[in-house]
């Protein structure tokens, strides 16, 4: 059974920095694509960042509201992915949470983001 287990979230200040740590119990992770997920109050599940496989090079894309601020990372060891997010806006608030892409399977509880002075 494919399981993630999201951390790392909390409270920032708007132009704070957290990182994120989504461990993934999935047969043949290195092969697949994996992304973090953010969901915001009364909005739709959104994928804010994803990374190829070491086969296809690691290649990373952001959505556009992310982009140059969230860093996506992976250790195929570890069975780990991790998002660095820096310049946190409010609008960042959500709950984060990642999953292969496309998605499949149970979703993780994730990990809460607020951002708020």
């Known amino acids: 059974q494919v399981q993630f287990v999201e951390s790392g979230g909390g409270l920032v200040q708007p132009g704070g920095s957290l990182r994120l740590s989504c461990a993934a119990s999935?047969?043949?992770?290195?092969?697949?694509?994996m992304g973090w997920y953010r969901q915001a109050p009364g909005n739709q599940r959104e994928l804010v960042a994803r990374i190829r496989s070491v086969g296809n090079g690691g290649i990373t894309n952001y959505a556009d509201s992310v982009k140059g601020r969230f860093t996506i990372s992976r250790d195929n060891a570890k069975k780990m992915i991790y998002l660095q997010m820096n310049s946190l806006k409010p609008e960042d608030t959500a709950v984060y949470y990642c999953?292969?892409?496309?998605?499949?399977?149970?979703w993780g509880q994730g990990t809460q983001v607020t951002v708020s002075s």
């Open positions: 999935i047969s043949d992770f290195s092969i697949y694509i």
């Open positions: 999953n292969k892409v496309p998605s499949y399977g149970s």
